[in-house]
């Protein structure tokens, strides 16, 4: 009998949920069992090299050639059924785990670099296993790729009950959580268990079932993909089912995996480089050939790489696609790779700057009104441009390429009745009231990432989309040309754009532009250099924000206490931390002030699924919420790990659109505490 297509898909995910659940198969030939990818199993359909054709899913032309074809976030030519299916032998979990202990050991940077580079080729050089595209996902702690908007959902007590679960019937979830205080973080705890009273139950074939790189990433995108009545308890059971197959060095990196804390010292730079050392060497030296008299052309070479390394990645969002890019198509197909419509890219920012800095810098100055909203990237293919392809509705993405389409209907309504070609869009979403004045930027964050109640909310809130900037329109790529020319296109595309910049040249018709925002209710004007690119992620000095005098601090939510009195069941004042590197935060002082009973309801609702541990009154949170933080000034203090305490500090908002990367980092700190120039 032949199984194809969705029959055999889930015929496989049934026989991995049977063993990830432990259960024994007795009576059947194991060495089919342990290969059951192989000659005559249920892959024996389809090629490995072609996904596509598998799954119909690839996007037109390979793998750069992305076009204005719409992306899904299930469009991913390298994960799924296919990679289950290969034939070439799958790098185990355990040899992956073992490349991580080694990193985390080593100290120094070069070292670090060229051990990701050898676990990258070991992941997925010529003859090897493919595993390149998780395996680079999973060094940064991820399953998908950032553009992606779907989660595990899997909070630290949930993991803490499936580890307490695969450590055996004498272990409960207080046990896992004594020792979590004592070893402070999760992955250290997990290793600490023997897992191996159970595993006699899933054990078959010689000793146990292997856990390879690609099942667990299988077995996680599966529990992404489980949502609704019961899940939670599912998602226990799934990671039990895991952790009851793991030796303590794969325990530890699955509990930090799936917890998307690494530990490792691996950052993303790090990886790119990686990435470049790995795949590019060779491509690099051949260019380093051509180098001029004088350069070093092997360090220009391995600049170019990283370049095109990371201009791929500024596309695409994706470090696992960019590997395999990198490893496939070489220079070239990094420089070639393009936007697609419907993955969102990161939004480009902006440093602090005055009028005369920016004529200074740029000569003549593109003055583009500050709008006071949430930042937004709209991508849309409408039906009539999809050239016999499918449309995509208008979707909305905030900064931090989360999907917020559904909250904002009128973003949609706005975009589907005036644009007629594929774009994407930078802009900013503001409140408006009825006549369509500005209102504060607190107002947006209403509405924002609202899931229930969204028309009665539309009632009371109206919003209205203001694009400042264009990325894509009918079929071409702009990020390379000048904003002058993406402001033409913008303006072509969306006429309403137009009324939002203006050219000057000197800083006094700059300082009229902004009083002229300020009076229509706007925050101010952006000072941009109108030659210069669009480059994603970026913080560079091509855009300048005038900033009022009065600074704020976003800072991330690291710790809490209890309230008090009828404020007893709330967490009462806030632990505050600020951005000291590869992922860990430098505490800075407390907030108690300015908070609303509601705030702090919402924010103890918010974070409880996030608490770490418990100490008496001292509550440990998992970095999960930005707070925007008033302050009178910031003073040299030994009280705090960041060196630094906020004096007089009030809470002002909760910054729904940053995630924790995004919040101020402790060298920004040092500058506004006077420790360097801002
Ligand atoms: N015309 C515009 N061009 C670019 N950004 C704009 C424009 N109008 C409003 N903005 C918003 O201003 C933000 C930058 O200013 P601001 O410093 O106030 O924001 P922030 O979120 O506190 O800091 P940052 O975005 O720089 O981290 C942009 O991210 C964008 O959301």
């Not at 998307?260 to 060497?281: N, Q, S």
Request: charged share 30%; glycine share 12%; with cysteine.
């Amino acid at each position: 009998m032949v199984v194809e297509g969705a029959v055999a898909e889930r015929l496989l995910d049934d026989f991995r949920l049977l063993l990830g659940a432990g259960v024994e198969l007795v009576g059947v030939d194991r060495e089919r069992l342990a290969d059951p990818v192989g000659e005559g199993g249920l892959g024996a359909h389809g090629t490995v090299d072609d996904p596509g054709r598998q799954k119909g899913l690839r996007p037109t032309g390979g793998v750069g050639a992305v076009g204005t074809r719409p992306v899904r976030p299930e469009t991913d030519p390298y994960r799924g059924a296919f990679a289950e299916r290969s034939r070439t032998p799958r790098m185990e979990f355990a040899a992956f785990a073992e490349r991580a202990e080694r990193l985390a050991a080593e100290p120094a940077d070069i070292e670090t670099t060229r051990l990701v580079a050898d676990l990258l080729a070991a992941a997925g050089g010529r003859g090897k296993s493919d595993d390149l595209a998780t395996v680079t996902r999973f060094l940064l702690g991820r399953v998908f790729p950032a553009h992606d908007t779907r989660t595990l959902d899997v909070g630290p007590a949930l993991c803490r009950e499936a580890i307490a679960r695969a450590a055996g019937p004498n272990v409960g979830a207080a046990d896992v959580e004594e020792r979590l205080a004592e070893a402070g973080e999760i992955g250290a705890v997990a290793a600490g268990f023997d897992f191996g009273g159970q595993r006699g139950l899933a054990a078959f074939g010689e000793g146990r079932d292997r856990l390879t790189v690609a099942a667990v990433d299988a077995a996680l995108r599966e529990l992404a993909a489980d949502a609704g009545d019961g899940s939670e308890s599912r998602k226990r059971d799934a990671l039990f089912g895991l952790f009851n197959r793991c030796e303590p060095a794969e325990a530890k990196l699955l509990a930090r995996l799936v917890l998307g804390e690494m530990r490792l010292g691996v950052g993303e730079g790090t990886v790119r480089d990686a990435i470049a050392e790995a795949f590019l060497a060779e491509a690099s030296a051949d260019d380093g050939k051509e180098g001029n008299d004088g350069d070093d052309p092997t360090l220009r070479a391995r600049d170019e790489a990283a370049a095109a390394v990371e201009r791929a990645l500024q596309v695409t969002n994706d470090y696992g696609r960019v590997a395999v890019l990198a490893r496939d198509e070489g220079l070239a197909g990094l420089r070639a790779e393009g936007l697609a419509v419907g993955r969102p890219v990161q939004a480009m920012l902006a440093q602090a700057g005055t009028a005369t800095d920016a004529v200074e810098a740029f000569g003549e100055v593109a003055v583009e009104t500050k709008f006071d909203g949430a930042r937004v990237q709209v991508h849309y293919v409408p039906e009539s441009a999809a050239e016999g392809g499918e449309g995509l509705g208008p979707r909305v993405y905030s900064r931090n390429m989360d999907d917020v389409t559904d909250a904002l209907p009128e973003v949609v309504e706005y975009v589907e009745a005036r644009v007629s070609v594929p774009v994407i869009l930078d802009g900013e979403v503001v409140a408006v009231d009825d006549d369509g004045d500005p209102l504060p930027f607190q107002e947006v964050l209403r509405r924002f990432r609202r899931k229930h109640d969204v028309d009665r909310m539309r009632e009371e809130v109206g919003l209205r989309l203001h694009a400042f900037d264009c990325l894509h329109a009918d079929g071409e790529d702009l990020l390379d040309e000048p904003l002058r020319a993406r402001h033409d296109l913008l303006v072509d595309v969306l006429p309403d754009a137009a009324a939002s910049v203006e050219f000057a040249d000197d800083p006094e018709a700059i300082e009229v532009a902004e009083a002229a925002a300020l009076d229509a209710g706007h925050e101010g004007v952006m000072l941009k250099n109108p030659d210069a690119a669009y480059t994603p992620g970026d913080r560079g000095r091509d855009w300048l924000k005038r900033k009022p005098d009065v600074e704020t601090l976003d800072a991330v939510v690291v710790g809490a206490e209890w309230g008090e009195g009828r404020r007893a069941e709330l967490f009462g004042t806030f632990l505050l931390g600020v951005g000291a590197g590869d992922d860990e935060f430098a505490t800075i002082g407390k907030v108690a002030t300015g908070l609303t009973d509601e705030a702090l309801a919402d924010l103890t609702e918010r974070l409880k699924p996030h608490v770490v541990s418990e100490d008496g009154t001292e509550i440990e949170i998992r970095p999960e919420a930005v707070l925007e933080v008033g302050y009178e000034e910031i003073q040299t203090s030994p009280t705090y790990s960041s060196g630094y305490a906020l004096r007089f500090p009030r809470f002002v908002g909760v910054r729904d659109d940053k995630s924790v990367g995004d919040a101020d980092s402790l060298e920004r700190v040092a500058r506004l505490a006077g420790d360097g120039a801002e």
